[in-house]
């Protein structure tokens, strides 16, 4: 899984596979699932992402490693 924050757009993109998306569907105002030809969720965008999602603090939990907080 990757996080890519995009500051030019606020925008942030979590890609959860490396399968490329086929088909997007807007569930909420600024919120976008992906998809891959199978049907499955590839990535979530989330546009005016700063003001949906706290950005300043990313905590990994009950992860098969060790758990790590990152803060800005």
Not at 14 to 39: C, F, N, Q, R
Request: glycine share 4%; proline share 3%; no cysteine.
């Amino acid at each position: 899984m990757k996080l890519n924050y995009y500051q030019e757009t606020d925008s942030l993109y979590i890609d959860l596979s490396e399968k490329p998306s086929t088909e997007s569907k807007e569930i909420s105002d600024g919120i976008v699932l992906d998809y891959d030809a199978d049907g499955n969720l590839v990535g979530i965008d989330i546009d005016n992402a700063s003001k949906k999602v706290q950005l300043k603090e990313l905590t990994l939990r009950k992860m098969p490693f060790e758990t790590h907080t990152f803060a800005a």
